[in-house]
């Protein structure tokens, strides 16, 4: 936990070394959901069994109070913002692992996301996720908000794609907000190539690109963002910047499997052929999975449903409620998901899920 208060301009928040190490190294960051019961209550239970779920699948951090933990968790009605951080901080502190990177998601104006932020630093967490869905907001406000929350605790950059709100922001933005000292990393989910590779331009050109670590969210381009070189232009001259790890809701399933795939990943980077071999093969495999969990076909309104499915079908989750009751599969979405877990069982983790689930539930 952090010893440093919103006053405390002249100091910059930072993150525990074993957190620091692991973010820089680069990590399977699930996107941590909501288990709901059928009167859309907070089921306890299989939420302590989730973040288990997680760390013993080799996470090297959790991202909690996200868009797959649904924003809805904040309204005033469900009251689950505070409860929801808690359970996940109690279970992280059970496990005791000091590498294990605890993130938080903030959003809202900018008294909303520094409030969100202090609580987040009394429970524990190491960094924010800062949703850049704001209203009416230009990149200067996001800018000035980025560096008030950054005050309380280090800041992850989210370019969150345009299809679930998120704004178009342009390199000279990803330029200012990576030079702020408290950036410690940034999730690129533009869902869009061009995009990307912006964000990528203005971290390099901002002078830290040493210090800020290039995270993938771009769920429909994962093991493509991983194996990705991108020989760019920094103040300190020509350098080649990578993506070392993934804060993903697609990694909120086959998280395991997703801890084996990074670790290609890594291997690939470093020049090994099978392995980049491999994971060309891979990609659009797990392609066809994130085609059937998101739901594009429909403008992803069955995303957050989706992920809940496959945990139901594997039976982490009773079901698949969300607290919207709008928010529910597509039609034939159950059907798809089933069909990508038989075709690609090497990207799910039933075998291990089920080995382990009855203990998890306890």
Excluded at 80 to 101: G, K, T
Excluded at 159 to 174: C, H, N
Excluded at 231 to 258: E, I, K
Excluded at 293 to 299: M, Q, S
Aim: net charge negative; aromatic share 6%.
């Amino acid at each position: 936990m952090h010893d440093v208060s919103p006053s405390q301009t002249a100091s910059v928040p930072r993150l525990r070394p074993a957190a620091a190490a692991t973010l820089a190294a680069g990590a399977v960051i699930p996107a941590h959901p909501l288990a709901l019961d059928a009167a859309r209550r907070l089921d306890e239970r299989r939420q302590r069994a989730l973040t288990r779920y997680y760390m013993a699948a080799g996470a090297g951090g959790i991202a909690v109070g996200v868009h797959t933990t649904q924003f809805e968790i904040r309204a005033p009605e469900h009251g689950l913002f505070e409860p929801v951080l808690a359970l996940a901080a109690e279970e992280m502190d059970a496990a005791a692992s000091a590498d294990l990177v605890r993130i938080a998601g903030v959003v809202g104006e900018t008294p909303q996301a520094v409030a969100e932020a202090a609580l987040a630093r009394s429970l524990g967490y190491d960094a924010v996720l800062l949703s850049p869905r704001v209203p009416g907001a230009d990149p200067a406000y996001l800018l000035e908000r980025a560096k008030a929350v950054g005050e309380v605790l280090p800041v992850v950059g989210f370019y969150l794609q345009q299809a679930i709100g998120g704004p178009v922001l342009d390199r000279s933005f990803w330029r200012e907000f990576a030079a702020i000292p408290s950036v410690v990393a940034v999730k690129a989910a533009p869902f869009d190539r061009y995009s990307t590779l912006e964000l990528v331009r203005g971290i390099a050109e901002s002078g830290r690109a040493g210090d800020v670590a290039l995270y993938t969210g771009n769920d429909d381009a994962i093991i493509a963002d991983l194996l990705a070189e991108h020989h760019v232009s920094t103040p300190g001259g020509p350098r080649t910047l990578r993506f070392s790890g993934g804060l993903l809701g697609q990694w909120a399933v086959g998280t395991r499997a997703a801890v084996g795939l990074l670790t290609a990943a890594h291997r690939a980077a470093a020049g090994d052929l099978d392995a980049h071999r491999a994971l060309s093969v891979t990609a659009v495999d797990l392609l066809d999975v994130n085609q059937a969990v998101f739901d594009p076909a429909n403008g992803f309104r069955g995303v957050i449903a989706g992920v809940h499915e496959v945990l139901r079908q594997q039976g982490l989750l009773k079901g698949v409620w969300c607290l919207d009751p709008d928010e529910s599969l597509s039609p034939g979405q159950s059907e798809e998901i089933r069909r990508v877990r038989a075709a690609y069982p090497e990207l799910h983790d039933d075998d291990f899920v089920a080995e382990h689930r009855d203990a998890w539930l306890r």
